[in-house]
Structure formats: C-alpha cells, structure tokens
C-alpha cells in the first residue's frame, strides 16, 4: 500500500533532528489541535502558549483580522503549526472566499470535471488564507435518510458516486498542496441519530460495510488521502468478530478504539497517513467516560491527533498525568508525535517562510473570490439545482398568472463559526426583478385565492451538528401550532423549494411541485430563478431518493 507520507531522504533527516529536540512536554503540545473562534491576538497567544500541533480556524466576518489571528499562530510556533478548517462548501463557505455548494449540491450536479474545479477553487483560496488541511470530503453514506448530520454534507447514498466524487476532490485538492481528510470514520449514515449528541453506531455486518464503506475507504487510500477522521462511532460487527463477548465494548467509539483505528484501519485497510480524532467535545466522546480517562485514551488507541478542547491548558495537563501514569504510553506518544511531524514535513511547512505560508493581506485579498472562481461556483449553483417533481404542471411559472407570491419561509441556522448569513433575501429579490409582487407570509393574514396567485415554500436548513432531527416545523412555518395543520395547495398554486435537507417531501407530501436545491447560497438563489420561468433547465441529477422510499410522496 502507497503511504502518502512518504518523504525524501532530506526531509525525512528534518524530522528525525526536530523529533530529538523535543522535550516530552513539547511532544505532549504536538498532539494537540485546538480551535481559535474570535480572531484575536490574545487568543491566538493562549494557545501558542501550549505549543499545539495544530490550530483549527473559525474566521470570523473581517479578514484583516482573520489574518492577523493565523499569521500570529503561524509566527508564534517553534515547530511549524499546521492550520485546519472545515471546508466544506454551502453556507459553511468562509465570507470572503468563494462560496460553493456543499457536498449534495456538488454531487447533484453529476460532473466530475465540474467537482475537480471546485476543489481547486477550495485549496488556492484555503491556502491564500493559510490553510494547509481541509477536514473534507465527507465520505459517509446516506442511507438513514433521518440522520440530520450526514445530509447535505455527504455526496448522497450512492457508493460508486460518493467514491468517484470523493476521488475527484481529493486528488485536486492535494494536488494543491493542502491535505484532504476522509471522515468519518468507520463510517456514518446507518443511524439516525447525530453523534454530536451520542455514540452512534454503524449496524452493518462486517461483509456489508466492506461492500460499501471498506470499498470507500480502501479507494481513498489506494488514491493518497493524506489524513482520516476517526469518529464518535461504533462498529460493533468488527469489534465482535474478534471478541465475541464483547458487551459494552462493541459499542466503543472509533476515536477511542484501538481495533478500529489500529486493526482494522492501519493493519487491515493499509492506512499509513495521519489519524486525527473528531472533535473531543462532542457528546458521542464524553458520554463514554470521563475526561481523565478519554483524553489520553484518543492517543494511545491510535489517533494522532486529539482535535479541540473546551479547556485547552486542562486537556494538556491531563494527557501528561495519564503519560505518567501509564494510560498513554511512551511508544504511542513516539509513533503519533513522528507522524505529526511526517505530515507536516510532507505539506513542506518546515522549508516555508511565514509570508510563502500566508502572505501580505492585501495579496491575500486579491487572491480570493476572483471572477474565475465565481464563475465556477456560480455555474454548480445553478447546475444541480433539482426539479423533484411537478405533478400539478405548476412549472414554469410567470409574473401574469402568478404576480402576487407569498413566501413562507424558514432559513434554517448553522453550528459553524464564521458561517454564510442565512436570510433568504437574494431569491425574493430575484423575483421581483422579473415582474412578481413578493411578500413575506403574515400568519394572522392567511393569504386566500382572492389576493395570492402562489405560494413558495422555503426550507433553508442544511445538515449542521446537534439539530437532532429532520423535519418541517410547521408550527414555525405557519405561526403557530393550530395554524400548522393548514395546507393551502389545494386553494392556491403551491410550489416547496428545499434550500437544505432533501427529504422534506416526507412532511409534506402534498406538495405536487418540489424542488431540492441542497443549500441556501446567494448563488442558488438567484440560480433558481431562471429555471422556475423555464429560461434554464432544471439539470440537477438527485444524489439520494428525495421520496424517502414511499410512494405516497412521489404524487
């Protein structure tokens, strides 16, 4: 098996001359990611303090002092501190970057030459602003279509697209000199709940989740991904084909189990990149055991790398207590602290100066949202954008039959740090524009025939950590919890737009015209437009079953 970390004869000396240096206290900081959410200097400086591996950044709104904050981290380190983020596209999309849809958007629109490209416009614009490792692709499966966390994040429930699509974006993106990660380890989207608030568990028998997630994992790695995510899930099947009365053990998270990480993904799969954990806090992790026992617990059971910490100079101290107490062994801390360093020296951090790593501001700024790369962000947001069904030959529609629209509306809300604003102004805009009269749905107002020729629903929530659940809240859509069981479809022409999740149809099955757009960007909004008065086609190709496997949808 390829190891993606292979180094040349000079860079490996590099990393056997900085592995000697460093005391155990520095090697303890190396294992360490932690994340920096304010842009400020002094928080930045607490950090830097502890001599972290990594630093995870959640930019905020104003770009000079998102650059001041990582050019701090980056100048601060005595050994070179590697920069993460969550990449991910949709309304995650950093504010003064290119914004591209997310995962389903991506994979809707069925053109791996167009995935490639979108990548590429991630690294050069990741890397402008410092970034040297993207948490992406999600490579889980969405099968439980309830499961809120996969959804829009996953490149849907086919495994050969989520394989061919994760390939394309992780060779462009590497290529590019910033390191992909496949996540989630040993594989999400069987389980309807989220492992931000739970362990999780992966059901599937050990000959099935080779048919699917070792497939998808075997391939990537086959391909060079540089970094795994191993997650707050359980694989009980693999646990209990080695210990059959495993009990409680079989429902382990991966980022604490030493048979998933160890024996099956680096002996069985071959994997020779790094193992970061997922994020520590999360309820999946601490809801296992106590923080003195799973903080060294994440290293010793074969992830190099602990990411995030709710109290960072605590997390510290306590992997050093369980280094002496024998929870973490000197031989686990050696082999993830030289692969720490691997990893960097494969990104080339060591042989580049602070300005190669991030540059001037002002050059950053020209480096990021260029004309070329809105274009390539503009054409997928409009590109797979996906016509679900139009039983009613509602579609297209036009502002003579259909002048007065009433939108009903829920923008959903995101758990990242630093997100896209979500408000749903950009469409409402673009209706008006070609002639509609739009007004926002007033709940003690309830539109009639007599003074709405349509109504558009919009979703507006994308799968984000710790909502819980799919599902339209009508109480909230409508105003009220008696006024949610009104339906007006069959009164007034209706048409429901998902700028999120894809499987609203399942609470709303009435709707006769439904359309998946898969996240809320100003882009898709306006791309929607155009296809709704037949100017463009609808040419999204549906990464999932938007019927949720009923038939009773599909009317």
């Avoid at 989520?162 to 594989?187: E, F």
Wanted: aromatic share 8%.
């Amino acid at each position: 098996m390829s190891d993606p970390l292979a180094l040349s004869v000079e860079d490996r000396a590099w990393v056997d001359r900085q592995l000697a240096t460093l005391s155990v206290e520095d090697k303890i900081g190396q294992l360490f990611i932690f994340a920096a959410e304010q842009d400020t200097l002094e928080e930045i400086a607490g950090l830097a303090a502890l001599k972290p591996g990594g630093i995870h950044r959640f930019p905020g709104h104003d770009l000079g002092k998102a650059w001041a904050a990582t050019r701090a981290a980056i100048d601060s380190a005595e050994t070179p501190v590697v920069i993460s983020g969550d990449i991910e596209g949709g309304t995650i999309s950093y504010r003064f970057s290119t914004a591209i849809p997310n995962q389903l958007g991506i994979a809707a629109c069925d053109d791996l030459d167009l995935t490639a490209e979108l990548a590429r416009v991630v690294a050069e614009e990741s890397a402008a602003l410092g970034y040297n490792w993207s948490f992406t692709p999600v490579i889980d499966i969405n099968a439980a279509w309830r499961n809120p966390a996969v959804g829009t994040r996953s490149y849907g429930s086919d495994i050969a697209r989520i394989g061919d699509q994760a390939r394309a974006y992780i060779q462009a993106l590497q290529a590019r000199g910033v390191a992909a990660t496949a996540k989630h380890w040993p594989g999400e989207g069987y389980d309807d709940r989220d492992q931000h608030l739970v362990t999780t568990v992966n059901p599937l028998d050990m000959d099935a989740w080779e048919a699917s997630f070792g497939k998808l994992y075997r391939q990537v790695i086959a391909d060079g991904v540089m970094t795994v995510m191993s997650a707050h899930i359980a694989l009980p099947a693999f646990v209990r084909s080695l210990l059959p009365d495993a009990g409680r053990e079989a429902f382990r998270p991966a980022s604490v189990s030493h048979l998933l990480n160890r024996e099956l993904l680096r002996d069985r799969l071959g994997f020779k990149g790094l193992i970061v954990s997922d994020a520590t806090g999360m309820g999946g992790l601490t809801s296992w055991a106590d923080r003195e026992e799973r903080v060294p617990a994440v290293i010793e059971n074969g992830c190099d790398m602990f990411l995030f910490s709710r109290s960072p100079a605590e997390d510290v101290g306590l992997m050093m207590k369980g280094l002496r107490e024998g929870r973490l062994s000197e031989a686990r801390l050696e082999a993830a602290v030289e692969k720490i360093l691997t990893f960097k020296a494969k990104l080339g951090l060591h042989r580049m100066s602070a300005d190669e790593r991030l540059p001037p501001v002002e050059t950053v700024r020209e480096r990021l949202s260029v004309p070329a790369n809105r274009t390539v962000a503009e054409q997928a947001a409009g590109q797979g954008i996906t016509l679900v069904k139009d039983t009613q030959g509602l579609l297209p529609i036009d502002p003579v039959r259909h002048r007065r629209v009433v939108v009903i509306a829920d923008a959903g809300w995101s758990f990242f740090i630093g997100a896209q604003p979500r408000d749903l102004d950009a469409f409402k805009d673009a209706l008006r524009a070609e002639g509609f009269e739009v007004s926002d749905f007033d709940p003690d107002n309830r539109p009639t025939r007599a003074d709405a020729d349509l109504i558009v629903y919009l979703a507006g929530q994308e799968a984000t950590p710790t909502i819980g659940s799919i599902f339209l809240d009508w109480g909230k859509l409508h105003g009220g919890t008696r006024k949610a069981m009104h339906r007006f479809g069959p009164e007034i022409p209706t048409l429901m737009i998902s700028l999120g999740q894809p499987f609203y149809l399942f609470d709303a099955p009435d709707m006769a015209t439904y359309i998946n757009a898969y996240c809320g960007l100003e882009s898709v909004q306006r791309a929607l437009v155009p296809r709704l008065l037949g100017r463009e086609p609808f040419s999204g190709v549906s990464p999932v079953d938007p019927f949720c496997g009923l038939e009773q949808l599909k009317w």
